[in-house]
T-cell receptor, first 119, second 113 residues
Framework: EPEVTQTPSHQVTQMGQEVILRCVPI?????FYWYRQILGQKVEFLVS????????KSEIFDDQFSVERPDGSNFTLKIRSTKLEDSAMYFC?????????????????FGAGSRLTVL | KQEVTQIPAALSVPEGENLVLNCSFT??????LQWFRQDPGKGLTSLLL?????REQTSGRLNASLDKSSGRSTLYIAASQPGDSATYLC????????????FGSGTRLQVQP
């Protein structure tokens, strides 16, 4: 079954350092997302991406965050200067057609996550 | 702003029991609702997706219902097994405004052998 692949599985970094989290979405998917989950808290939306641009972002996704699809397969989340409160599990997700109402369509497929620890 | 609540927060049942997990949401203008399973330290696995026009979806021992007007969904698990132990998350996608998923805090299920 197709998978969303995320790397690294765990990254430890010092406060103020830049971090790049990588994702390989499912190959025929067109919509890409980043979510995060701080330990013990709800999964929160960060950003959605379609057609090489951000289609939606939350209030969490401030100027410290950026996303990029540098080639046909990778989708990255960059945090420019990490803070302690950025420590969380970051999930990448992808889906096919946003508004199609067919069976099985619009199901968001998540990766296993990248755990970021900021010291 | 959409708020999603899941009750109970935790549930422990003996193997073989049928059980119901509850999800409620404050804004009924949803596009769809999705139930996920999360194992400790792992990603999210989609279990069932219900479109706003649907009343229920079934997959094996799982059945999810949706009552959009009252802002409720239930996940029914029949004949529970120890392998069902996980956290179950409910998430809704809005029809207007924010279309990203809004998640509940989950129900942590433990099925005792």
């Amino acid at each position: 079954e197709p998978e969303v692949t995320q790397t690294p599985s765990h990254q430890v970094t010092q406060m103020g350092q830049e971090v790049i989290l990588r994702c390989v979405p499912i190959s025929n998917h067109l919509y890409f997302y980043w979510y995060r989950q701080i330990l013990g808290q709800k999964v929160e939306f960060l950003v959605s991406f379609y057609n090489n641009e951000i289609s939606e972002k939350s209030e969490i996704f401030d100027d410290q965050f950026s996303v990029e699809r540098p080639d046909g397969s990778n989708f990255t989340l960059k945090i420019r200067s990490t803070k302690l409160e950025d420590s969380a599990m970051y999930f990448c997700a992808s889906t096919t057609i946003e508004r199609h109402r067919g069976s099985g369509a619009n199901v968001l497929t998540f990766g296993a996550g990248s755990r970021l620890t900021v010291l | 702003k959409q708020e999603v609540t899941q009750i109970p927060a935790a549930l422990s049942v003996p193997e073989g029991e049928n059980l119901v997990l509850n999800c409620s949401f404050t804004d009924s203008a949803i596009y769809n609702l999705q139930w996920f399973r999360q194992d400790p330290g792992k990603g999210l696995t989609s279990l069932l997706l219900i479109q706003s026009s649907q009343r229920e979806q079934t997959s094996g021992r799982l059945n999810a219902s949706l009552d959009k007007s009252s802002g409720r969904s239930t996940l029914y698990i029949a004949a529970s097994q120890p392998g069902d132990s996980a956290t179950y998350l409910c998430a809704v996608r809005g029809n207007t405004g924010r279309r990203a998923l809004t998640f509940g805090s989950g129900t942590r299920l433990q099925v005792q052998p």
